[in-house]
């Protein structure tokens, strides 16, 4: 029922979307040329965006800032590379992973959250049973009215 109602909530939001542009794109021949210019102009496409601190990147786009930790990433999606930026130098070659590669690093992380796997279990085995002796020893000591610093 609860996928039933956030498909049906989707459908209802894309055609609440469809029906505002609908009416948007009506409305625009009613706005004068030179409103629509200023409004043009006040959004600033021909001017570079800002992607980071020092990080110019292209122009015709309107920068929204947000929260870091609104989408968070593990691996950056912009590609940087170093040399001049004219048309004609040519892209470095791209280095292509095989199927063996990516087999590989996955049996080798497998390994890795194993033997993690088998620490954490001793660990908690070992620590566990070490924390329930010191206490029942520090009841026994109280019960009797000794201290355990003698």
Not at 53 to 64: F, M, P, R, S, T
Not at 100 to 109: G, T, V
């Amino acid at each position: 029922l609860g996928s039933a109602y956030q498909a049906t909530f989707i459908d209802m939001v894309g055609y609440a979307r469809l029906n505002r542009g609908h009416i948007v794109v009506a409305t625009m021949p009613n706005v004068p040329q030179a409103r629509w210019n200023s409004y043009i102009a006040s959004l600033n496409l021909d001017c570079r965006i800002e992607f980071g601190e020092g990080d110019v990147g292209l122009a015709g786009g309107i920068q929204v800032l947000e929260p870091g930790s609104l989408h968070p990433t593990t691996e950056e999606k912009v590609r940087r590379f170093a040399g001049p930026t004219c048309r004609e130098a040519p892209w470095p070659p791209e280095e292509i992973q095989s199927e063996e590669d990516i087999n590989s690093r996955f049996s080798k992380l497998e390994k890795l959250i194993a033997s993690s796997m088998k620490k954490m279990t001793k660990m908690v085995r070992g620590g566990g049973a070490n924390y329930k002796s010191s206490m029942s020893g520090s009841q026994s000591s109280s019960r009797s009215g000794g201290s355990s610093m003698e």
